[in-house]
């Protein structure tokens, strides 16, 4: 797998992670009959909670791999 697939699948996961967290607040208040800026605030709070989790997973991962490349001997 090349720099750019192994970067471009990231972007993908991030992506999902902050669209599930994002979307879940706005869900949880519509189902308890939330006005629509309610609503909105769901979601930009959903929105803010989910940069923190990929952020804070962005650093966490690079804690564990020490933020350095795999190296490409074997390959």
């Known amino acids: 797998m090349s720099d750019a697939e192994r ?3 990231n972007r993908k ?4 992670f902050l669209l599930l967290v994002a979307v879940s607040p706005p869900l949880i208040a519509l189902q308890w009959g939330a006005t629509p ?3 909105l605030a769901a979601l930009a709070v959903g929105v803010a909670l989910g940069l923190a989790l990929v952020w ?3 650093r966490l991962a690079k804690e564990f791999t020490g ?3 795999r190296s490409r001997r074997g390959r």
């Open 7 to 9: 970067e471009a699948g």
């Open 13 to 16: 996961i991030k992506a999902g």
């Open 37 to 39: 800026t309610q609503l």
């Open 56 to 58: 804070y997973l962005g």
């Open 67 to 69: 933020g350095s490349r």
